[in-house]
């Protein structure tokens, strides 16, 4: 059976609540389609120790305060589940559960939306899918031979897990930071972080409030054609949020040079010199999922979709949320994507008028 509606969202995570929350004040019909089986997006599959960058009451969604918890500045992975969860319930959100979209295709004046449960005939699509199930990793000599355990971002859940073992963790980011402290502080681990640069951390004082203003700044200062943007902190900062701090400050979080390459049991330093290690921890980021679109041909050379603000250029009934600076400033954080969520219905009531 095709069934209709005005609007398909594709993804159920904060993108997809965010967006929700927005038609429904638009007065627009709408489903949500979420190939998760229970609320919560990716955050009910990040590790037991993250914290977020901001607090509680500056990680929220629209019309929704997250409550704080048990005295927790920065509030972990467990309480985002319960707030996404209790957003979803509050707001009625039409979402369905276990539904994973396979392709988004033309259907003369509407589009039409395949999943493996059924399909939508609709007039537009909001495209929130995120990146958590893309990791990306990098090509580096050698890791195709290396015989020990390999790991991404996404697969990492505590510190309990290599107990006992020689672990590299890779990459310079937040992620890095707080995953190669969660393993030192465990004090079972033996861990040694990598970054291609030298880490920067942010001043204990400055968090991710700071960060959202200065994606902000940024993305302002490009549209007027600038690049010069100055501040206290730029976006390859580290915040210091308790664990790392803690790591940093006992002088367990020192960074070396990244190794050039692995060997079938460990890596291979800039020196020449080899060490043996049991895993590697690849924290290296993300690419869109965006393999739903496919059958629209619109990504670019670089995988982007070129967009007028959330709008696909090339395709006026297709817009897309919470993917990183290109479909909005901060738009890929809890605070962020309400601004272009709301952007984005309000342009597909537009549209539909």
């Known amino acids: ?3 209709h509606t005005d609007v398909v969202v594709v993804g159920g ?3 997809g609540l965010a967006a929700g929350y927005h038609l429904r004040r638009q007065g627009l019909d709408f489903v949500i389609l979420d190939a998760e089986a229970t609320p919560g997006g990716s955050w009910q599959h990040m590790w037991d120790s993250l914290h977020l960058f901001s607090p509680a009451e500056h990680s929220s969604l629209p019309g929704r305060l997250m409550p704080a918890r048990g005295g927790e500045t920065y509030p972990g992975a467990g309480h985002v589940v319960d707030y996404l969860a209790d957003y979803e319930k509050r707001y009625a959100l039409p979402v369905q559960h276990g539904t994973r979209v396979r392709a988004v295709r033309r259907d003369g004046e509407r589009l039409l939306v395949e999943a493996d449960c059924g399909t939508w005939r609709t007039q537009a699509v909001i495209s929130a899918t995120g990146t958590w199930s893309r990791p990306f990793l990098p090509a580096v000599p050698g890791r195709g031979v290396f015989t020990g355990r ?4 996404v697969d990492y859940r505590s510190a309990a897990d290599f107990a006992g073992q020689r672990v590299i963790v890779v990459g310079g980011g937040n992620s890095g930071a707080q995953i190669a402290a969660d393993l030192a502080l465990d004090g079972h681990v033996g861990v040694v972080w990598v970054t291609r640069r030298p880490p920067r951390f942010l001043a204990d004082d400055i968090d991710g409030r700071v960060l959202f203003d200065v994606a902000t700044a940024r993305r302002r200062a490009l549209d007027a054609g600038r690049s010069d943007i100055g501040g206290v902190a730029s976006l390859g900062d580290i915040v210091a ?5 803690a790591a940093r400050d006992a002088g367990l979080l020192s960074a070396k040079q990244m190794f050039t390459g692995l060997t079938a049991t460990g890596v291979r330093w800039p020196d020449g010199t080899r060490e043996a290690v049991d895993a590697v921890i690849w924290c290296t980021g993300f690419r869109p999922a965006l393999a739903h679109l496919a059958p629209l041909g619109l990504r670019g050379r670089r ?3 070129a967009t007028d603000g959330t709008r696909a250029i090339a395709e006026p009934r297709l817009h897309l949320i919470g993917y990183g600076d290109w479909t909005g400033p901060a738009s890929a954080t809890l605070i962020g994507v309400g601004r272009r969520a709301r952007d984005a219905s309000q342009r597909i009531r537009d549209l539909l008028r």
Not at 150 to 153: E, V
Not at 241 to 245: L, Q
Request: no cysteine.
């Open 13 to 15: 995570g904060q993108a």
């Open 1 to 3: 059976m095709t069934q």
């Open 241 to 245: 949020v308790p664990p790392v701090r």
């Open 150 to 153: 390999q790991f991404h971002t």
């Open 303 to 305: 995988g982007h979709i």
